[in-house]
């Protein structure tokens, strides 16, 4: 399908032009229009000066009463001027002094009549002087063309080098065309270089390769995702073919092949979990939002959860307690799952003989939710990444365990984000706090889709961790 395309070059080069040739057009109108009426004034004065010298004459012979002696000096003053005609009667004789002209209307000729003392006779004489006004309109004509000419070439001249100015400000832009065709998965890691790049383009460069790093963390993360993904999703798979092809050439009945099957039902079931917390993730990376409603006691909430965990808590000699209340809109089935990792988590890692606590609190317009219990410590370095996917300590007991494989924390994370919040984990000495918080409105999403809880089915999954003080 054919797109429509524009040339910034193309688009400058003809306003460019347009605007040169109406400026200098108006300057060039201007200059004619003021040099017209300056010659207009002109041919008035000139015609006003030749009226004046010619009553001078006529009335410094008027008392000699000779017109001979008037005529010979009317010939004298009209001699060489061309442009100049007087028609005057004399004696009752109509004679013509200066340049023959054909009479009759002409757009080219200037008359002017006025009256003159007659020399012979008290009856005035009528005159009639002519001003040829060729050499004016020719002038004005040469003017024009020149005028427009000159419009004309400047307008070239400044759109050619303007054309040349325009190509040399948008080579810094072609390079950068050139680079970003460069650009590939092999070479992810290049940038857009802004070095002689325009004041007004570095905004943009800058942009782009910002858009470029979170693209660039993207990939990487997705590339290490897929990795654990595979990796997760590779031991149960070995574990089911090892275990069928030994069941198949050792020839298996009865309580031992059901044996197997019931191993096989576990590994199918762990997959299962992966597969239904990666989708969970999945979405809410997407931004999908959550279908929130309003509570006004977390608390109710998390005390169902709490009478789940009873007999574990009691089986590990560890109190569990619930400390404050806040009212919150929240996502239930979501807010369970979070807290259920969390309180598992906390379980699995606490002392024996001592509490975990679950302390819902109001804090700068949100409402915080957070597990602690004492347990050991693990090193410093660790704790930015308790919530990523598949982290798991490699020498913590069971990390490796069918129940344990690293998305509890970053499923945590997930329903915080959901709900406008964040997630953290602290410790101060040998007490470990995790938790997350809930936003007074939760965040939504752009593409207007909704999020599909999952179940809790038990202990759910999660990463067992405490932190270093």
Request: a neutral charge; hydrophobic letters at 40%; glycine letters at 8%.
């Amino acid at each position: 399908m054919a797109t429509d395309s524009k040339s910034i070059r193309r688009w400058l080069s003809k306003w460019l032009a347009i605007q040169t040739f109406l400026g200098l057009g108006a300057v060039c109108v201007a200059v004619y229009f003021a040099t017209s009426a300056h010659l207009t004034i002109q041919k008035n004065a000139m015609l006003a000066q030749k009226i004046e010298v010619i009553r001078h004459l006529v009335a410094e012979n008027a008392a000699l009463g000779d017109s001979d002696f008037l005529r010979h000096k009317l010939s004298d003053f009209f001699y060489g001027r061309p442009d100049f005609s007087l028609i005057l009667e004399i004696d009752g004789k109509k004679e013509v002094y200066g340049k023959k002209l054909e009479r009759g209307e002409r757009a080219d000729e200037r008359v002017v009549t006025f009256s003159l003392p007659s020399p012979r006779s008290e009856i005035p004489m009528t005159a009639q002087l002519v001003l040829d006004l060729s050499s004016y309109i020719s002038l004005q004509q040469t003017l024009a063309f020149a005028l427009f000419i000159s419009a004309l070439s400047g307008t070239l001249l400044v759109s050619g080098m303007g054309a040349l100015l325009v190509r040399r400000a948008l080579k810094p832009v072609e390079e950068l065309g050139r680079q970003a065709r460069r650009l590939s998965p092999e070479r992810i890691s290049e940038r857009l270089s802004p070095r002689g790049q325009a004041e007004e383009i570095q905004p943009l460069v800058g942009q782009f390769n910002a858009v470029l790093d979170r693209l660039e963390n993207a990939y990487v993360y997705m590339e290490g995702f897929n990795a654990d993904v595979a990796h997760e999703l590779r031991n149960p798979l070995t574990i089911l073919i090892g275990e069928t092809e030994l069941a198949l050439s050792s020839g298996y009945a009865g309580s031992e092949l059901r044996e197997i099957l019931g191993s096989h039902l576990e590994e199918l079931h762990r997959m299962a979990r992966i597969i239904t917390d990666m989708l969970f993730l999945s979405q809410a990376d997407r931004g999908v939002r959550l279908r929130g409603e309003f509570t006004n006691s977390v608390a109710i909430t998390i005390i169902r959860i709490m009478e789940y965990y009873e007999a574990e808590a009691a089986e590990l000699n560890v109190k569990l307690s619930l400390v404050g209340d806040a009212q919150a809109e929240i996502d239930r089935t979501l807010l369970q799952q979070a807290v259920s990792n969390l309180i598992s988590n906390a379980l699995r890692y606490s002392d024996r003989s001592s509490a975990v606590i679950i302390n819902v609190s109001t804090h700068a317009g949100e409402t915080v939710v957070e597990v602690s219990n004492m347990g050991e410590p693990i090193e410093k370095e660790h704790l930015p990444k308790l919530f990523q996917r598949f982290f798991r300590i490699a020498d913590e007991p069971g990390a490796s365990g069918i129940n344990h494989y690293g998305l509890g924390l970053s499923i945590v994370a997930a329903v915080a984000k959901m709900h406008g919040g964040r997630s953290f984990a602290k410790c101060v000495d040998r007490k470990t706090t995790i938790g997350f918080s809930i936003a007074n409105s939760p965040s939504r999403s752009t593409d207007g889709s909704e999020l599909k809880s999952t179940n809790i089915e038990g202990p759910g999954t999660k990463l067992g961790t405490s932190c270093n003080a």
